[in-house]
Nanobody, 125 residues
Framework: QVHLVESGGGLVQPGGSLRLSCVAS????????IGWFRQAPGEVREGVIC??????YYKDSVKGRFTISKDNAKNTVYLQMSALKPEDTAVYYC????????????????????WGQGTQVTVSS
């Protein structure tokens, strides 16, 4: 099992930037795809961005604004968000599983997927 802890959320003005971090611990070598989901109030959780050993996936609405990167030495994944919009407001969750490829339909499930506790991102003036 992998334990994930997110950080870096907060309040930012429209057009601003924010960087989220996700630190993984535990059996990290058993996992491949890792990415970020978000859930706004009253909405379903949606995949935003994902990176794996074979590819990277971006939700269309974040292309050109969000990037994902990994620091394997620190077991940390980063989500750099720029040109933020009010519609980006949500709780952002880090998740991972053993999938070797990211896709639009990727959604780590139990019992083999791992999720963080989430971090709130609010984009407002």
């Amino acid at each position: 099992q992998v334990h994930l802890v997110e950080s870096g959320g907060g309040l930012v003005q429209p057009g601003g930037s924010l960087r989220l971090s996700c630190v993984a611990s535990g059996s990290t070598s058993d996992y491949d795809a890792i990415g970020w989901f978000r859930q706004a109030p009253g909405e379903v959780r949606e995949g935003v961005i994902c990176i794996s050993s074979s590819n990277t996936y971006y939700k269309d609405s974040v292309k050109g604004r969000f990037t994902i990167s990994k620091d394997n030495a620190k077991n940390t994944v980063y989500l750099q968000m720029s040109a933020l919009k009010p519609e980006d407001t949500a709780v952002y969750y880090c998740a991972t599983d053993s999938s070797p490829r990211c896709s639009r339909g990727w959604f780590p499930g139990t019992p083999f997927g791992s999720w963080g506790q989430g971090t709130q991102v609010t984009v407002s003036s």
